[in-house]
């Protein structure tokens, strides 16, 4: 005779969560039955025929993975050593002096996402004190993670509405005016939600302040060979933060680059003034490693190991890329052209040229962003950014009628 | 706002060296010990394009190594023949080798010869399949829980991932923050937990007089805690003792939780790899189920399919109705985003194929009850082995004790001593694992018991 449990739930209280701004919009997105739907939310790329892409190298190193067949044994809470010496050379260049004198403290996470977390809950611990400086905008869960790791977090001006470009005067102001020794959270490359990157001096003086201010630069590498075709160009950003030998935090993420979005792989790289000061840091992030997830995920650790220790795999990744980054450039070309052609308001379009990488900041407000869902049936978050990634040519024109008709006349109308 | 917490003083260009030389020695202010070399003290190389000559990490101390993870470095580092890692909990076949199923092989094969297999992001919540078939494998297709939809489950990075999700939930929305663990449990339950944001506490679990379960002690703790307090309980085969209650024992702490409103929350790890059988190790999560009560479930697939590196898991909430499993599926994905943004697939997509094809399935269930049949044997032959030599005191706790772990109930003097003069790697807590022995070794453990317990008290 089983006696009877709780009548009530203890759980009765649990209030229904919001879905994710972003994962939410392709779960909409599947649930439109519209044959003219474009999904340019969350950025996956997607080829010319829309369709999601496996890199041809990444299954070259799954065969071969497959073939070797090796255990699968628990990694060290730090990852896949392999993997670890292959994404700090990519990062940094293979003869950073940094490598070679062994101050880079690397260890395997979950993709961007894990790699910010494990740093987040870094500082929490050891810089109580400090803040994370975030731009505004940027890209919605960074506020959740720092959130969660309970780091304060306040925001540097970035994006201006008016050129729809940077506001370098604001982000300098406000780096300037936070307390010294604040963490300074940078898109290494292609910003994400606005696609708008300093320019090579400016980073100069972005880095001159950080500098001046005793900052800790914190850079989150999610796109680097996928902005602008080249590894060593989307990276320099870093490399200049730590030529001056500054010490530096980078997140990075394979899920664009290599395609590997479900495999979850990415570090966290700390570079530190010293080797003995990079192996103490090591030892405390793998102490906050351990009770989160004890050691990351092998799959994906080996395929970019795999891929970046071949000479052959290596290039034909590089070529993958270009290709991938290229696409992307010429959707924006004719997103621009479409719209400069069909625009007649005069409305200077050319931001979109501007910017880099994945996603569009358009522009477009929230009732105008809803517009292009509800009337066009065109998936986006409401922030107004776009993924040209999820864009063909096909589908630009349609697309640019969608966004003159926001943009302009954006009321909202009901499906 | 307050500066940044830079540790340690500014120091002028013109100390920077001695600052430098300064901060190379271990913090005397820690008491954590650092276990790397520092041969960089020895050989200072001033840095000149360092714009700053001192580390913001200045007074960050050395962390120890993880202590069950370390036992393996150790063993590595050892160069002796004779060698044997009794450590980590990873299963390994009589040639000492680690093991790929075949099924998981096949599996693998499957997914990866697949041309329209891709790699977009999963859903938070993880792999749909997987979810519902992980959930029917722990809790029963014909779980009335399952039927009636409140079942809230989510895949996470296998027992540990799903153990922090768990916490971090229950911290957030449960109204009691304490989590009640066996004494003793495994070493990164407590440290899961704190990091979640419960307090923890412990109940009583492990006699030492007669290397079994402090029943008594079970029940007195539990009973003294405060109503609708969180208890962590092993499903099957306790790590690190392998000693379980048996299923009256199971039916009275029911008894009492449920009469205190204490929330089960359950770790199983080892579900079919403690006795053979998937249905016998999930007895007691079921017996919870069946009262109709609320239950957290953490599910590991590390060792019962050997997919230890590819971090598989779940974590499922049995909630009080349909209605509020939602609700709860909801915030579980507010505490994973902000972490990982949503799990890793291939994993996830191995253990699925296998559990919806009927075929592979009963393969997998062949290939799991040899590892577990090898482990009993390995039980059965060191208890032989110590009969044999006459070995002091009783060891047939190693015969009773169930899954991958023995708690050999020796002393951390006795295993510094077996593992300085016998090269045998253990936990400093006696504990071994079975499935890191083989008939070839098991002589080599018993002389060194033998010794150990004879030369030492």
């Known amino acids: 005779m089983m006696a009877l449990a709780v009548d009530v739930s203890r759980f009765e209280g649990v209030p229904m969560a919001p879905p994710d701004p972003i994962l939410g919009v392709s779960e909409a997105f599947k649930a439109d039955k519209n044959d003219l739907k474009l999904n340019l939310g969350v950025g996956a790329y997607r080829t010319e025929e829309l369709q999601p892409y496996v890199l041809n190298v990444v299954k070259k190193a799954e ?96 994006y201006d509405p008016k050129t729809v470009g940077l506001d370098f005067e604001g982000m300098i102001a406000d780096i300037q005016a936070a307390p010294d020794g604040s963490f300074v959270l940078l898109h290494g490359c292609a910003h994400n939600p606005t696609g708008i990157d300093p320019t090579p001096e400016q980073w100069e003086k972005i880095a001159d302040v950080i500098q001046e201010k005793k900052h800790m630069p914190f850079f989150d590498v999610a796109y680097q060979g996928f902005a ?28 664009k680059n290599l395609g590997l979005y479900a495999e979850r792989i990415g570090a966290i790289n700390v570079v530190c003034s010293t080797p003995e000061v990079a192996n103490r840091v090591k030892s405390q992030l793998k102490r906050l490693a351990r009770p989160m997830y004890s050691n990351p995920p092998i799959h994906g650790a080996r395929i970019v190991a795999n891929v970046v220790g071949d000479p ?12 991938m980054a290229g696409r992307i450039k010429n959707v924006r070309q004719k997103l621009y052209d479409s719209l400069s052609a069909k625009d007649k308001s005069g409305k200077d379009w050319s931001f979109i040229l501007r910017q880099i990488g994945m996603f569009s900041y358009t522009g477009l407000n929230k009732t105008q ?38 943009f302009h006349n954006g009321l909202g109308t009901a499906k | 706002m307050p500066s940044a917490n830079v540790r340690g003083a500014q120091p002028s260009a013109d100390r920077r060296l001695s600052t430098l030389v300064r901060h190379l020695l271990p913090s005397s202010a820690r008491t954590a010990t650092t276990t790397t070399t ?71 094969q499957m997914l990866i010869n697949n041309p329209s297999r891709v790699k977009e992001y999963l859903p938070i919540t993880g792999l749909a399949d997987f979810n519902k078939l992980s959930a029917k494998l722990i809790f029963g297709a014909e779980s009335p829980a399952i039927q009636e939809n409140r079942v809230a489950t989510v895949q996470c990075l296998s027992g540990t991932g799903s153990l922090r999700v768990g916490g971090e939930f229950l911290a957030r929305h449960y109204h009691e923050r304490t989590i009640y663990i066996p004494q003793p449990t495994w070493g990164n339950h407590p440290k899961v937990f704190t990091l979640a944001g419960l307090t923890v506490r412990s109940y009583r679990y492990y006699d030492p007089a007669t290397r079994g379960l402090d029943f008594q002690g079970l029940l007195e703790d539990l009973s003294s ?22 299923l009256d024992q199971w039916e009275q702490i029911r008894q009492l939780m449920r009469s205190k409103s204490l929330l089960p929350f359950f770790d199983s790890a080892y579900q079919g790899f403690a006795s053979g059988s998937l249905d016998k190790d999930a007895q007691s999560v079921r017996m919870f189920v069946a009262d109709g009560g609320e239950l957290l479930m953490a599910q590991s697939y590390a060792k019962n399919m050997g997919l230890y590196g590819e971090r598989v898991g779940a974590l499922s909430i049995v909630c009080g109705s349909a209605d509020v499993a939602v609700r709860v599926e909801s915030q579980l994905k507010l505490v994973i985003r902000p972490m990982y943004s949503n799990p ?62 023995t708690f050999t109930g020796l002393n951390s003097d006795q295993v510094a001593f077996m593992r300085q003069e016998y090269h045998i790697y253990m936990t400093s ?29």
């Open chain 2, 344 to 405: 890793p697939i291939h994993g996830a997509s191995i253990v699925a194929t296998i559990l919806k094809d009927s075929a592979m399935f009963d393969e997998w269930t062949l290939e799991l009850k040899g590892m577990a049949d090898r482990i009993i044997s390995m039980r059965q032959q060191l208890f032989d082995a110590l009969k044999t030599r006459e070995t002091p005191g009783d060891w047939s706790h190693i015969i009773k004790q169930i899954g991958m772990f």
């Open chain 1, 312 to 323: 052959t795999m290596f290039g034909e990744w590089k070529q993958e890329m270009e290709e």
């Open chain 2, 225 to 246: 805690a405060p109503s609708g307090a969180i208890v962590l309980l092993h499903a099957c085969a306790h790590n690190p003792t392998g000693v379980d209650p048996t």
């Open chain 1, 228 to 255: 602008s075709g080249s590894l060593d160009e989307d990276a320099s950003s870093v490399r200049l933060f730590v030529e001056r030998g500054l010490e530096v935090f980078v997140a990075q993420s394979y899920s």
């Open chain 2, 429 to 457: 807590d006696g504990r071994i694992s079975m499935a890191g022995l083989s008939a070839r070794t098991i002589p080599h453990l018993a002389d060194a018991i033998h010794a150990a317990v004879t030369k030492l008290k």
């Open chain 1, 63 to 158: 065969t071969l993975m497959l073939e070797k067949g090796e255990n699968k044994e628990y990694l060290p809470i730090e990852g896949l050593a392999a993997f670890n010496k292959a994404t700090a050379e990519l990062l940094f260049g293979a003869d950073n002096p940094v490598l070679k004198q062994g101050r880079v403290a690397t260890l395997q996470s979950l993709s961007g996402t894990g790699s910010l977390r494990l740093a987040a809950a870094f500082i929490q611990r050891y810089f109580p004190e400090a803040k994370v400086l975030i731009s505004s905008p940027t890209w919605g869960n960074h506020k959740n993670i720092f959130n969660d790791a309970r780091v304060p977090w306040s925001e540097y001006r970035y």
């Open chain 2, 38 to 108: 520092t041969s960089a003290a020895d050989s200072l190389e001033a840095f000149p394009t360092m714009a700053s000559p001192s580390s913001v990490f200045a007074g960050l101390a050395q962390a120890p190594e993880d202590p069950i993870l370390g036992v393996t470095v150790a063993y590595n580092k050892d160069p002796s023949p004779m060698k044997v890692n009794l450590g980590v909990g990873a299963y390994r076949t009589e040639e000492g080798k680690p093991l790929v199923l075949n099924v998981v092989r096949r599996a693998e």
């Open chain 1, 369 to 406: 962003s809803d517009n292009m869902t509800d009337k066009w049936h065109i998936y986006m978050t409401k922030d107004g950014r776009i993924s040209l990634a999820g864009l063909s040519l096909a589908k630009c024109e349609y697309l640019a009628d969608a966004i003159i008709d926001s």
